[in-house]
């Protein structure tokens, strides 16, 4: 359950003031002008007959109306002075408290602590954030047996740090506490981060490693398969309900074997294991999926060629390209026995260990793939491209497109493995204009490229083909880690 804290104090609108209109006060004003008129006129009477009688009447006259005159001009300029400002009461809280909120920086942190399950202790909690100015956006409470796991999501004072914080609700008696900070995506709430994890598990079966990776946070997740590639039982399974241990659980993979997932810094909860399982679930009952999206680009002889996502379904066609490939192009991407090479696409092809672009011709024909591969907590391209159709840009094409992916998924970086004598596919690295380290090693060289260091789209600054149809959709900040590293087997 997530609460959501409300506004402490609500403002009512303010109502525009209307100056009543005061006829009792123009009545008296009118009385004592009448007056005023009778007592000169009675005065003026008296002076009329003296010597200096009509210079008197009119200076008599003169006083009167430069006295009405000012009265005039005085009760105008009040009438319409400006209302006076809103006190503190109209308003609720005081100009030090607005000027206060107006200039203080904040922070987003995520919070969980555990605290004792008896009455008062989430209030005593509460009050200490309440002190240090700390402002609670959302709340899940996780009871256990030995006491309540309170997760926060929290806005505080910048300059306010972590051991701070720590120890002012260590003081209430809070334990086992992990502080993070958080961004603006912590702020949709727990409910619908699920939905959308699930709807997009609907649409690709690629999606639950991944889906898994967004539902729990920092973590490293293994799909571990039934059989090895030379099809022996690796004994890696797990029951249909899952197993919870800690800092790892275990659950069963629908294409087989097993997915376990490791977060040393913090312990699962029961409420995170439930909905990885329903997750998990969700995936076995709708069976294999891909999306159908495909993008179709011209190269530049004129030949048209068609980029789209590859599963187990394209298998027969893959095997047929190694057919058509030579030995040194195999070797080049397996750096190992030609007659492995088969072996692998299996697991290649497979949704669980990573993302799979093929290329294809107007005639159907499969003549590239290219594998982004998720291992443990690095990542892994590579390339293979039939012989007739090198150097014509599709390597570049398919390496810009996964470097998209890995960028989208958060990746900090990406290696390659391949032979020194692999100018083609070093020339392409080198392309991606990324910093890259290399690494040599007994004629294997590895290139790493650091994604961290390039904020925005790595495909938006990479020449690509023209383009006849709209770019293939990427998946949204997706991350998951297998246990293969193709190009070290």
Not at 15 to 33: G, I, K, S
Not at 242 to 267: F, K, N, Q, W, Y
Not at 420 to 441: I, K
């Amino acid at each position: 359950m997530t609460h959501t804290n409300d506004l402490a104090t609500a403002k009512k609108p303010s109502r525009p003031r209307h100056h009543r209109h005061h006829w009792r006060r123009d009545l008296v004003e009118l009385a004592a002008l009448f007056t005023a008129v009778a007592v000169a006129d009675s005065v003026a009477n008296m002076i009329v007959h003296g010597p200096e009688g009509p210079v008197l009447l009119v200076v008599s006259a003169v006083a009167l109306a430069a006295t009405a005159g000012f009265h005039t001009w005085w009760a105008r300029r009040h009438s319409h002075a400006p209302p006076p400002p809103p006190s503190t009461a109209d308003t609720g809280a005081s100009a030090t408290d607005l000027a206060d909120d107006d200039l203080r920086e904040t922070s987003l942190w995520r919070m969980r602590t555990t605290v004792k399950d008896e009455p008062g202790s989430l209030a005593a909690l509460c009050t200490v954030l309440a002190g240090l100015r700390v402002d609670i956006l959302t709340l899940q409470t996780h009871p256990l047996g030995d006491g309540t796991v309170d997760e926060f999501l929290l806005r505080a004072p910048a300059a306010l740090q972590a051991r701070d914080l720590s120890r002012e609700i260590a003081n209430v008696g809070a334990r086992d506490t992990w502080l993070e900070r958080a961004d603006a995506h912590d702020l949709v709430d727990t409910p619908t981060r699920v939905l959308g994890l699930a709807t997009r598990t609907a649409l690709d079966a690629a999606e639950l490693p991944l889906a898994l990776r967004q539902l729990l946070g920092r973590c490293t997740i293994h799909s571990l398969p039934a059989t090895t590639l030379t099809g022996r039982p690796t004994g890696q399974d797990a029951p249909v309900e899952g197993v919870l241990e800690g800092t790892v659980m275990r659950l069963r993979d629908p294409s087989g074997g097993a997915i376990t997932v490791d977060r040393p810094h913090l312990p699962f909860t029961p409420t995170e294991f439930a909905r990885a399982r329903a997750l998990v679930e969700l995936d076995a009952r709708l069976g294999p999926r891909l999306p159908r999206s495909q993008d179709v680009l011209t190269l530049p002889e004129g030949n048209a060629i068609t980029i789209r996502r590859a599963g187990p379904d394209d298998i027969e066609a893959a095997l047929a390209m190694h057919e058509r490939c030579s030995e040194r192009t195999l070797n080049l991407r397996y750096h190992g026995p030609v007659g492995d090479a088969d072996r692998y696409l299996k697991h290649l092809l497979s949704p669980r260990y990573g993302r799979t672009l093929a290329v294809q011709t107007a005639s159907g024909r499969l003549v590239a793939l290219g594998h982004l591969l998720w291992d443990g907590d690095e990542t892994e391209v590579a390339l293979i491209v039939e012989d007739d159709w090198q150097r014509r840009g599709i390597g570049s094409e398919l390496l810009s497109r996964l470097m998209a992916l890995a960028v989208e998924a958060d990746c900090a970086s990406v290696y390659a493995v391949t032979q020194a004598s692999n100018t083609g596919m070093v020339a392409a690295m080198r392309g991606l204009g990324l910093p890259l380290d290399y690494q040599v090693e007994e004629g294997t060289l590895v290139v790493t490229a650091r994604l961290s260091a390039q904020p925005a789209p790595v495909r938006a600054q990479v020449p690509s083909l023209p383009h006849e149809r709209p770019s293939l959709p990427h998946e949204q900040q997706t991350t998951a880690h297998g246990q293969h590293r193709s190009g070290r087997n």
